[in-house]
Structures are given as C-alpha cells and as structure tokens.
C-alpha cells in the first residue's frame, strides 16, 4: 500500500492560470510536509515546507495542510512555462522519508 | 558551493559484478540517505543514516548495502546487481530535525544505474 498519494497527471493549465496540486498520506503520524519540483533528467529541488494545519505561503506558491484529512496541497499561482516540471509530494515522519509519485505539470504559453 | 556529489553519474554494468556509488557532501550534515527513483513509483528510500555508524533500512533495501564511517560520505553499495536494480538514484543529506519534524534534503545529480 502507497504511503502517499498523488494524480500522476499531466495536469495542464494556460499561462497565468492557477495550478493546484494535490497529495494525500495514509500515515497519521507524520509530521513533516514537503513539496519539491522535478525537471525531467534533474534531482528534486524544494519548494516548499509546512509543518503545521493551514496555509503556508512563499511568492507565488502556498501550501495548504490538513491534518485531520491527511491532505496536502500545493497551488502556483500566475502560473508560467518555467513551472512545467513534476512536482513530488514528501511526507517523513521520525526521519523516514515517502515520496509520492508526482504530478507532471504542463503550463502552456 | 554547498553539494551534494555523487560518483559515477552513469553506469552500465553485468549482473553480479560489485558495484560502489559514492555519496559526498560538504554541508555537514548529519542526516544522509539514499533513494531509488523509477517510472510510476517515485522516489523510495532504500537506506538512510542519522549519523557516523548509525544507519537504518528504508522502504526497499534489499539487495543493497550502506556505510557511515566518516560524516561526509555515504556509500551505496550493491554485492550483487541484479537487473531489477536498474534504476535512477539519489543521495541526499540534511540537517538533523528538532521536535519530531524533519529538514529539507538537498539532492544528489542522480547515478543512473544499468545492470545487465
């Protein structure tokens, strides 16, 4: 059974759009709540971190956590072609970390 | 420039033939780990260390063997190789957490592994 969860894709969304992301966990003690952007060929880069319920936002991202529903969410707003990447969800609780398969993103000019 | 290094990035090898992929980072980081990613199944942990001598199985270690005797390094180790170790993989390090919640890993370029 996958520990994390997310829609494999290709989400695809026009130039300036809003980009919403979505990943679900089934661990509930898990604490620690990461985003990080993929180019093909590339090693994963953060983007974000959230530690605790609510919102989290840095420029034009915002992470969104709920605990209670094992959910976490990444949305780009004004989105642009540079944003095209796969963006994996990662989940750690007590230094084990579980990654999400990722979500290819296509943002079209 | 804060790194994290791998060696070799790509390797073609035969099944059964020992292989070593070096890990090095200059951050000093206490937390090290290593990560296999494949197609439809994302990154999954095989081995991770908190510190010097102390290290713990990931999600998928078989087949694969790590060591921690200096800070900096992390060495994969495969006795082995089988085909079904062809993979993408990745190290990583970070700081060690506080309260329960874990830092962010800084990665690897990846050592794309074929074994034949």
């Not at chain 1, 956590?65 to 095209?84: E, F, G, M, T, W």
């Not at chain 2, 494949?38 to 095989?46: A, H, K, N, S, T």
């Not at chain 2, 919640?101 to 990665?107: A, G, M, R, T």
Request: proline share 6%; aromatic share 12%.
């Amino acid at each position: 059974q996958k520990e994390v969860e997310q829609n494999s894709g290709p989400l695809s969304v026009p130039e300036g759009a809003i980009a919403s992301l979505n990943c679900t966990y089934s661990d509930r003690g898990s604490q620690s709540f990461f985003w990080y952007r993929q180019y093909s060929g590339k090693s994963p880069e953060l983007i974000m971190f959230i530690y605790s319920n609510g919102d989290k936002e840095d420029g034009r991202f915002t992470a969104q956590l709920n605990k209670a529903s094992q959910y976490v969410s990444l949305l780009i707003r004004d989105s642009q072609p540079s944003d095209s990447a796969t963006y994996l969800c990662a989940v750690t609780g007590f230094s084990k970390f579980y990654f999400g398969s990722g979500t290819k993103l296509n943002v079209k000019p | 420039e804060a790194q994290v290094t791998q060696n070799p990035r790509y390797l073609i090898t035969v099944t059964g033939k020992k292989l070593t992929v070096t890990c090095s980072q200059n951050m000093n980081h206490e937390y090290m780990s290593w990560y296999r990613q494949d197609p439809g199944l994302g990154l999954r942990q095989i081995y991770y260390s908190m510190n010097v001598e102390v290290t713990d199985k990931g999600d998928v270690p078989e087949g694969y063997k790590v060591s921690r005797k200096e800070k900096r390094n992390f060495p994969l180790i495969l006795e082995s190789p089988s085909p079904n170790q062809t993979s993408l993989y990745f190290c990583a390090s970070s700081a060690p957490g506080t309260g329960g919640v874990d830092n962010e890993q800084f990665f690897g370029p990846g050592t794309r592994l074929t074994v034949l």
